[in-house]
């Protein structure tokens, strides 16, 4: 049963199309002070009063910005008090549970009938596809709704903003590109809600900081491992490749998580460009062997050096993934091996000096680039500890990774062939004549 609920207070634009936007995924990113959590709220209460029965879920990454932020929101614009589960009882039967994010496994066998991701860039994609999975409700409008601040070119950059859509499997003709509907906003919208010194005080900021959180942009690289890459830069249009230019592969083997695998190749000033890629999960070797071949037409190349650990066992032999390889017709090495930071600087390194181009069409590789970050440090933690990157979503990454640790020359630029009865000509005749007279006179070591 539905009943039409006011909305508490005067909304602004982006609020009014926030909260009644008719996409299953409507998406709110703003800059601080925006409203942009007000309008997660007013719809989450909007929908548990408008359904009987419903179940709506908020969630967030941390307990305590749940709660001293969201939970502390909700208290003073809604007014309706929550229970010793985090749980908001109405009359009419509907419930909103207040969550953070190590609760999410606990909610496998929930039926929902709506959601709100709280700052969802600090959320994962996976956790997007989990909670979607149990919005499975008979009532409510089962959307599940994104609010997020500006956060580089991460996975709600990727299929809010630029449209770019890889669905999971099953996903395909479930979900489609119209149902992700995108409402940015920033701070100066909603001005007149905000005291004139705090206005003051955003605008004074650092350019860099300035830019993404007062008036809001998704190009920005604080906390990204590849911190001097730079997509107007670094990424190019596709081009024929040169024949006389060395080419060839890096992999880097997974099954639950994707296999990558970029083409690259190395022009006569030594910049490297990646010109291919394959990525794909849940495959077996023997795919990706095939894949491999298909997609052009070299078959040996630089990997994991992990894979080459003989950790498997048939027939009381063991072998491992670079075996198996092999076994399909691709011939794998292993990469140099060294220091995962100094890795990381060198790839920095090629990235500063522009020797390093990846080709518009590899997505997956821009989006793994333009998002792989420093593990955030925890409170307590000794900061003068090296950081480690996330070890997740980086499997172009590491791909690049492992290719640029190779240390490898610029490709050899062929000789000019000297015009036919030209001095030149005569002259390299004349060369190779006394090359070979002077082989006759060594002695024969045979």
């Known amino acids: 049963m539905q009943t039409e609920t006011p909305i508490p207070k005067q909304l602004l634009y982006s609020q009014d199309k926030f909260v009644f936007s008719p996409a299953k995924f409507p998406a709110i990113v703003g800059t601080w002070g925006c409203g942009k959590s007000l309008a997660g709220i007013y719809s989450a209460d909007r929908e548990s009063q408008l359904f009987t029965n419903n179940l709506y879920l908020i969630i967030r990454k941390e307990f305590v910005d749940l709660r001293d932020s969201t939970m502390r929101d909700w208290s003073t614009e809604i007014g309706r008090p929550w229970n010793g589960d985090k749980d908001v009882i109405y009359p009419n039967g509907s419930q909103v549970m207040f969550r953070h994010g190590e609760d999410i496994d606990s909610l496998k066998n929930i039926n929902l009938g709506g959601a709100l991701m709280v700052q969802a860039e600090e959320m994962s994609e996976d956790n997007f596809w989990f909670i979607l999975g149990r919005l499975r409700r008979q009532s409510g409008t089962l959307k599940l709704r994104i609010e997020a601040n500006y956060d580089g070119h991460n996975w709600i950059h990727k299929y809010w903003k630029m449209r770019q859509f890889n669905f999971p499997k099953g996903m395909e003709g479930v979900i489609s590109p119209s149902d992700f509907h995108l409402i940015e906003t920033n701070t100066l919208e909603n001005k007149a809600n905000l005291p004139p010194q705090y206005i003051a005080s955003l605008e004074i900021l650092p350019a860099r900081i300035k830019k993404r959180h007062y008036i809001g942009s998704w190009d920005d690289t604080e906390g990204m491992v590849y911190d001097e890459y ?217």
């Not at 670094?234 to 099954?255: K, M, N, Q």
């Not at 172009?396 to 000297?418: G, H, N, T, V």
């Open 230 to 446: 730079v997509e107007s830069r670094h990424v190019v249009e596709p081009f024929s490749i040169p024949d006389t230019w060395e080419c060839g592969f890096v992999l880097d083997h997974g099954f639950r998580n994707p296999t990558a695998v970029l083409w690259y190749a190395i022009d006569y000033d030594g910049i490297v460009y990646i010109y291919k890629e394959h990525y794909e999960a849940e495959k077996p070797i023997s795919y990706h062997a095939e894949r491999i071949k298909a997609l052009d037409n070299i078959t040996s190349g630089i990997a994991d050096p992990s894979l080459f650990n003989k950790t498997y066992s048939k027939n009381e032999v063991m072998y491992s993934i670079g075996d198996e390889y092999r076994d399909f017709g691709i011939s794998l090495r292993p990469a140099f091996r060294s220091k995962e930071e100094a890795s990381i600087a060198r790839v920095n390194e090629f990235f500063k000096a522009d020797r390093l181009k990846i080709f518009r069409n590899n997505q997956n590789t821009i989006t793994e680039v333009s998002n792989w970050k420093w593990k955030e440090l925890k409170p307590g933690v000794v900061k003068n500890k090296p950081e480690e990157p996330e070890d997740s979503n980086n499997h172009a990454c590491d791909c690049i990774k492992y290719l640029i640790a190779s240390r490898f020359p610029a490709s050899d630029k062929p000789k000019d062939k000297p015009q036919e009865r030209s001095l030149l000509y005569y002259q390299e005749l004349k060369q190779q004549e006394l090359e070979y007279q002077e082989a006759l006179r060594r002695p024969r070591i045979w």
